[in-house]
């Protein structure tokens, strides 16, 4: 398949831009997609393109997504100059747009330096009259620079949906009106039971037994910078507790070379054990995309992992679900009883708890035992983007 960008919008009102995917990341491209099927909802003749990432990698795997540059190269940035070689008038495409929809993630905290992100979303401001915000993780800014380009742009925000307590704080600390601020859920539960139907065959194991284990050595703010070593603990810890049952090792950011490489960690946590335990474990091949993601996340009676996404989409089906991870974004889970199956500790001890709670026997079901009021907050999803759209023209 030839794969290269939309250079212009296709026919359909509104016209929605969605900006800030990070496609080479399954979770990231689950909320492209989802967010587009729940804009489709509400308004069956959009017209919807996506500003995202990574498309020169995996742009192929997505059919369903228009895909053009990412916001900052289609308007610049004081980080980063157009994109000339995309046969895309950036400034035309984005003035053309009735919304400009910054879609769900983790970006917006200080310690993964958006500003070329937050930058080009003011630019769109500048031609679009304002930008959402939509299932955002928002930290705590202290640098002064940052707190007010962060500001403005939330000041000049339609809405601001937050999916978590923390980050809704965090948007009015940083000046955005509270009347503009949801606290709603992530995105890619929008299409949850739903099933994933797409062309192609599925990687994901034909058989479920074992338990699913996702490393990743990606250092995110809050966390130890030994994140190999963490991984490490953590598939000892599984594979020990987990007595004769086989354990698949396999991530949301994988197979890509040189950008997302969790195989490559989950390879060398897999050395690092003993050689007769070694037999037990294997490593998933490939990339594993968003259609992958669901079925992944489904695929093993219990997990264990480390991303927020594979654990997410695997409770919400009801399924044993752990998040070993310290990153401040785990507050999502707050006020639901997957808050007590988030592990922050990363050394063995906590490796091993980790392990022991994944691998308690727990009868599979809709998913509302472990989600509860982070499932119920879709509808707030649903409230606050049919009204976005409700507003076009």
Sequence with gaps: MTWGYVTDWPAGTPRVLMTDCWLQNAGDAAIAIATKR???????SAAILHAAYGADSVGERYPELAIVPPLDSLLGTRWAEPDRDTGVDGPALVSGADFVFSQGGGFLREGYQPWSRIDALLRATDLVGSVSLLGQTIGVFTTAFGRVALGELLRRSSAVL?????????????????ARVHLGTDFSLEIVPSPMLEPRGSSAPAVNEGVGVVLSDHVVPGESADRS?????????VVDESGSAPVTVWSSSQGIPGDSEDDVVARAA???????SRSRVTVAPGHIDAYDLYRWSTAFPALVSMRFHPAL????YGIPSVLAMSDPKAAFF??????????????SKSAVRAARMALQPAQPDDGRSLLGPVLDRLRVNHQVVAGLLAGAG
Excluded: E, W
Aim: glycine share 6%; proline share 7%.
């Design 38 to 44: 729940m804009i489709l909802r509400f308004a069956p």
């Design 162 to 178: 937050v999916r978590d307590t923390n980050s809704r704080a965090s948007a009015i600390d940083l000046g955005a009106d509270p």
């Design 229 to 237: 070593g963490v991984a490490s603990r953590l598939l000892a810890a």
């Design 270 to 276: 897999v050395d690092r054990l003993p050689a007769r």
């Design 313 to 316: 989409l695997t409770a919400a």
């Design 334 to 347: 707050n006020g639901s009883p997957m808050q007590d199956r988030v592990v922050v500790g990363q050394d």
